[in-house]
């Protein structure tokens, strides 16, 4: 006998994260309740992080197909993740219900989730991070990779 289709509205997480949409944009209290939702839900196996965070931002309405679609399309962008099977797609139906309900309490009770720049800091984007990791690999100097990083900042106030 088939289960009853659940449809839940995750349209009050996706309101609140707005375009954080990387595991990596949660503060440490957000990324705790990540783990914590996935430790209690998924038993001993687990399914990585920025997966499931994947998930849950993705998904408007949280449903079986839904939750396939994107599972299905984010094995399209990970050469390293395995197609879901159907037990897959139950686990994250639960995880990801009961991370928006988390998640969307934490913020309502204060919690603060995602990373926020501050007014007149300069934050570096991924390919500088690349470009300042490669000189790091290349065994530059710390002054080297300080200089690197102020031309940086000068670039971006011009």
């Not at 990970?78 to 995880?95: A, E, G, M």
């Amino acid at each position: 006998m088939v289960g009853k289709k659940q449809n839940f509205d995750n349209s009050e997480f996706k309101s609140i994260a707005g375009n954080f949409e990387k595991y990596n944009d949660l503060t440490i209290e957000g990324k705790r309740i990540v783990i914590e939702i996935i430790t209690k839900c998924a038993g001993k196996k687990g399914y990585p992080k920025e997966k499931v965070y994947y998930v849950l931002f993705n998904c408007w309405d949280v449903n079986r197909d839904s939750i396939k679609y994107w599972l299905q399309y984010y094995y399209g962008l990970h050469q390293n993740d395995t197609l879901p099977s159907d037990n897959t797609v139950r686990k994250f139906l639960t995880i990801t219900k009961q991370l928006s309900v988390a998640m969307v309490e934490a913020h309502n009770n204060g919690v603060k989730l995602f990373k926020t720049a501050q007014d007149g800091m300069y934050y570096i984007t991924p390919v500088q991070k690349y470009e300042i990791d490669k000189m790091y690999d290349s065994g530059l100097s710390a002054q080297e990779m300080i200089t690197a990083l102020q031309k940086m900042i000068d670039d971006s106030a011009n």
